[in-house]
């Protein structure tokens, strides 16, 4: 996630974050809208992560993902 994820990357990627992060609400993703910073705020907030934890959690989880740009049947 870059400091801030094109809009339609970004929808793709929402909800499989909800589904790693199932306590963001529709809400939340709205207000993220691909914002890095924000978004670790938000783990932060509801899963009471130190910064460094969220930053790590995040690394972690978008190198397992696959990208949302590339298209699967290429």
Do not use: C, I
Not at 18 to 46: A, H, I, M
């Amino acid at each position: 996630m870059n400091a801030h994820v094109r809009k339609g990357a970004w929808a793709q990627l929402k909800g499989r974050v909800k589904r790693q992060w199932g306590r963001l609400t529709d809400d939340d993703g709205v207000r993220l809208d691909g914002d890095r910073q924000v978004f670790l705020g938000k783990l932060q907030e509801l899963y009471g992560r130190t910064r460094e934890r969220a930053e790590a959690e995040l690394e972690q989880w978008l190198a397992a993902a696959p990208d949302p740009r590339s298209s699967s049947d290429r």
